[in-house]
Every structure is written in structure tokens, then in C-alpha cells.
């Protein structure tokens, strides 16, 4: 993408133009940033209503890998996931603990304004939610309300988002037709298609297979091993063979219950190379939950 | 704990090893028999009761694939399935060298003519025999200090190997280039028991601890 076709949907100036992350350095080749930190979460806590959800969060996305978080049910790992672009904020009574860094900056900073963050770091949901309109419109949808409205621009837009979520060749001929009338895998893909319009530089993806099959969950690890060349991709799965199989790095999160007020509060457990976690996990609660053993 | 009937296979599968490993360890005890006395229907039970080892064999390596394939082992019990397969090569191999020593068959007494070397060849016996048992006992136990001393027990049979050749070297008559190659067969054969013995026990040392440093040791 050139300069010219993605300008920067930038309403007006946020403090988060102050980050090296600029449209003209949009996507730096990897090899230039291999290992450069994205976020540093460092003593992260989430309460709700001033009760601790989860805490002990230490972790660091590097650039260009896909970071997987693992954990049995309730552990908090969704919760954590959606702190990377404060997704949270929408939630009444929500509240974050200790630091989460994007590129330095303070994340949860008075300044920092959240629909700039949604943009940089967009999202993918468990289950594929197009919006009721065409295929173009679902794709379009974020960049126009970014202020693009010409017509030969936007149509670049949406060919390179649907090309990028490997389901142009699928779409073209029926670019406005609804999104609805797609099959749940290419829905997904049709939304990862509308996540990567606004060219953002993470993507979160919240249990992004959990309602397909294996064919159309192949095609989606297939698809997220061929960005995260251009992205930086955090993934909260289910599927402990999906995090062996796509995931560079992989955080393993448990609950803890108080045995005195019964509560439930997820941790971290263990954060490090996904070939080490499953092959030789330090803690022996990582070596039972791969395993299949947990509980 | 889940998954009770995986972590019930995982168990079996141990014992079945095990089980091979006893067998192997009867046909050490016939050849060490054989070499006693030379007694060619023992040879003859040894090559018999190496085929059902041989059988073992092929059904625990199947049954490692079988859970590869259905439950995608990780972590440590990839390394036990792992382990499996590369210990079933082992204790297959011991087998086969016990064989060897046995197929000297009536040329046994030609081995027995020279009594300085086949007392070597009694005692190799002996020491390989006793290394094999102590791998054989790491295993069943899934014992690391029983498995880290085999790992480190380096070259046991060595010095002895050594002496054998200088002995053969120094016999004379129309037999003795017969007795020497046979001799030297056995001796070699006693000798690659012990080594394959003290591998069993880094294959368990690496399965007991998943330290890189000791799959490297395993596989030098």
C-alpha cells in the first residue's frame, strides 16, 4: 500500500501521533524490526467493580509474531486480550491495574484517545459478525468513516484488505452482494478483510476459529501465518493444537480460587517460546493443561 | 484428572517395553548359558524366542503411532512416545547381538579351546549382561540417578575388548585364526550390549528431564 491510497484517518491530532508507528513507515520490512517490542505489560490487572478478575500480567508482543494465550475457561486470557485496545473501556466498572505499554507509551494514558487505538490494533471475534450490507460495504465501512469517500480510492482499499484475508478470488463477482450470504469461514475472513482496511499494525483475534471447521480453520491459520508479516497478531484460542501450530510465542493463564471468599482470579501462568511450552514447560501447571491433564 | 484412558495406554505402553526388555534379558541369560556350555538346543531356544521379541517390537511401534496419530501427544509425554520408539531400537538391537553370539554355534569349542581369552569372553559376558539389567531397572522405575550413572558409565568393556585382541594376537596352531574370529565376534557383540545398555539409560535420562543438553548427549 502506498501512501497515497491509505492517508491517515486521523480526524484530528491524538497523542498517540507521537509513536515512531507513522503512516510513511506504515509497514517497515520485517527483518528491519525482527524482535522489536510492540506492548510491555508489566503487573496488569483487570477489575470489575472493584473485584480482581485477573492479575500477575507480565508480557511483551514482539513485532511481527502471533503471540497465542492459552487457559482453561475463565482464566481471564479473553479479558487480557481485550486490554490491548481498551476494549474494555466498554464495559461499566471496568478497571486496569499496572502498565500496558504501546511502543513506550502508557496505552491507558488521560491523553490517549481510544477510537485511534481501535484503528491501530483492530479485532476479530469468535463468532463471524458482518454488518447486514454488501461485501464491499463491510470492508469499506471502516476507512470511509475515516473520511475516504472516493470511489476509485475505496475500491483499492477493499481489493487489497480482501486480498490480504486471502478471499478476494472468492468475492469479486459479488462484491455487493451481503456479506451474510457468505459461508462462516469466509465471513471470518471477510471480517479479518474489514479489521485490515483501516490498516491497523495488531490484530487481536478472540478465539478466531471456534465456529468453523477444519477446512475453514486451516485456511485462517494458513492466512494469519502469511500478515503476520506486515502485522503484529495476538490470538486467544481454545485449541491447544491451533496455538502449537501458528503461535511463535504462547502465555499460559490458569485460575487461582481464594479459599476463603470462594473467588475466582486469573494469572499468568507462563510466558515463552511456543516450542518450549510445548515440549518442556517450566511449570508444572503448563505441563498439565498441554497435556491435557489440567485439573 | 482427565484424560484416563490416554494417561491408561501411556501406562501399558510402559509396561510393555518392560515386558519386551525381560525377554530380552532371558535370551542375554540363554546366551550367557551357551557360552558356559556350548549347548546347541539353547542356541537354537535363543534364536526362537528372538522372533517374539521381534513381534514386540512391531506391535509397540505401531501402537506408538497409533497414539501419535489420535492423541497428539506434547510436552512430556511426546517425549515418553518419543522415548518408546528410540528404546525399542535399542532393546531390539541387544537382541539381535545375543543372536550373534549364540550363531557360533558348534564352533563354540573352538572358543573354549584357548582358555585365556574365553575367560575375557565369560567375564564381558557378565559385565554387559549386569549393564544391561541396570537399564532394565532405570526403566521400570523411571529412575534418573539409575539412568544419569548409565548415561555417564562411558566405554565399560573396553580395557577388556583391548586385552581379548592382544591374547588372540598370540595364538598359535591350525585353529587359531578360527577361535580368534570368533572370539572377536563375540567379544564385539558382548561389547555393543553394554554400549546399547547405557544409551537405554540416556534416552530415559533425556524422557525424565527434557533437558536439551541431555537429548544431545543422547544422540553424539
Redesign the interface.
Given at each position: 500500500m502506498t501512501e497515497e491510497e491509505t492517508p491517515v484517518p486521523q480526524p484530528a491530532p491524538t497523542p498517540l501521533s507521537d509513536l515512531a508507528h507513522e503512516t510513511a513507515e506504515e509497514h517497515p520490512p520485517p527483518a528491519a524490526s525482527a524482535g522489536a517490542t510492540v506492548f510491555d505489560v508489566d503487573d496488569l490487572s483487570v477489575l470489575y467493580s472493584g473485584f480482581r478478575a485477573v492479575k500477575d500480567v507480565d508480557i511483551s508482543i514482539t513485532k511481527h509474531e502471533i503471540t497465542a494465550f492459552i487457559g482453561p475457561s475463565g482464566c481471564g486470557k479473553t479479558t487480557v486480550l481485550r486490554c490491548f485496545n481498551r476494549m474494555n473501556d466498554l464495559i461499566e466498572g471496568a478497571a486496569v491495574e499496572g502498565s500496558l505499554k504501546y511502543h513506550g507509551v502508557d496505552l491507558y494514558g488521560k491523553d490517549v484517545n481510544p477510537v485511534e487505538v481501535r484503528r491501530r490494533i483492530g479485532m476479530v471475534f469468535q463468532k463471524p459478525n458482518p454488518f447486514p450490507k454488501s461485501i464491499f460495504e463491510n470492508v469499506a465501512y471502516g476507512p470511509k468513516l475515516a473520511g475516504i469517500k472516493k470511489k476509485s480510492e475505496l475500491d483499492g482499499i477493499v481489493e487489497q484488505a480482501l486480498r490480504g484475508a486471502a478471499i478476494w478470488d472468492e468475492v469479486k463477482d459479488r462484491l455487493h452482494k451481503s456479506g451474510l450470504g457468505l459461508s462462516g469461514g469466509q465471513q471470518q475472513r471477510l471480517c479479518i478483510a474489514r479489521a485490515l482496511a483501516v490498516n491497523p499494525e495488531v490484530i487481536l483475534m478472540d478465539e478466531p476459529c471456534s465456529a468453523l471447521d477444519p477446512i475453514a480453520t486451516g485456511r485462517i491459520e494458513d492466512l494469519m501465518e502469511e500478515i503476520k508479516q506486515d502485522y503484529t497478531i495476538i490470538i486467544v484460542t481454545h485449541n491447544m493444537q491451533q496455538a502449537a501450530r501458528v503461535s511463535d510465542r504462547c502465555a499460559f493463564f490458569t485460575t487461582e480460587v481464594n479459599p476463603d471468599s470462594d473467588q475466582r482470579t486469573g494469572t499468568l501462568v507462563e510466558f515463552d517460546a511456543t516450542e518450549k511450552m510445548f515440549s518442556n514447560p517450566s511449570d508444572e501447571r503448563t505441563e498439565n493443561y498441554v497435556t491435557g491433564r489440567f485439573g | 484428572?482427565?484424560?484416563a484412558g490416554?494417561?491408561a495406554e501411556l501406562e501399558q505402553l510402559r509396561l510393555q517395553v518392560e515386558v519386551m526388555a525381560v525377554r530380552v534379558d532371558q535370551n542375554l541369560e540363554r546366551m550367557k548359558d551357551f557360552l558356559a556350555a556350548g549347548d546347541l538346543e539353547v542356541a537354537a531356544v535363543t534364536v526362537a524366542a528372538d522372533d517374539d521379541i521381534d513381534a514386540m517390537n512391531l506391535s509397540l511401534t505401531e501402537r506408538c503411532y497409533d497414539l501419535l496419530a489420535r492423541e497428539?501427544?506434547?510436552?512430556?509425554?511426546?517425549?515418553f512416545v518419543m522415548s518408546v520408539l528410540r528404546v525399542l531400537g535399542e532393546l531390539e538391537r541387544v537382541g539381535d547381538l545375543a543372536l550373534r553370539v549364540v550363531k557360533v554355534g558348534e564352533d563354540w569349542s573352538l572358543v573354549r579351546a584357548s582358555a585365556s581369552t574365553y575367560d575375557i569372553l565369560v567375564s564381558m559376558a557378565e559385565t554387559s549382561v549386569e549393564q544391561f539389567r541396570e537399564a532394565l531397572r532405570a526403566w521400570s522405575s523411571q529412575d534418573l540417578d539409575l539412568a544419569d550413572h548409565l548415561a555417564r558409565s562411558g566405554p565399560v568393556l573396553d580395557v577388556a575388548n583391548a586385552q581379548l585382541v592382544r591374547e588372540l594376537l598370540l595364538l598359535e596352531g591350525p585353529s587359531a585364526v578360527a577361535t580368534a574370529l570368533h572370539s572377536l565376534v563375540i567379544g564385539k557383540s558382548l561389547d555393543r550390549i553394554a554400549d546399547h545398555s547405557a544409551i537405554i539409560g540416556s534416552r530415559l535420562r533425556y524422557l525424565l528431564t527434557?533437558?536439551p543438553d541431555h537429548l544431545a548427549a543422547e544422540i553424539r
Open positions: - | 484428572m482427565v484424560r490416554f494417561n497428539s501427544p506434547v510436552a512430556s509425554d511426546l517425549r527434557g533437558d
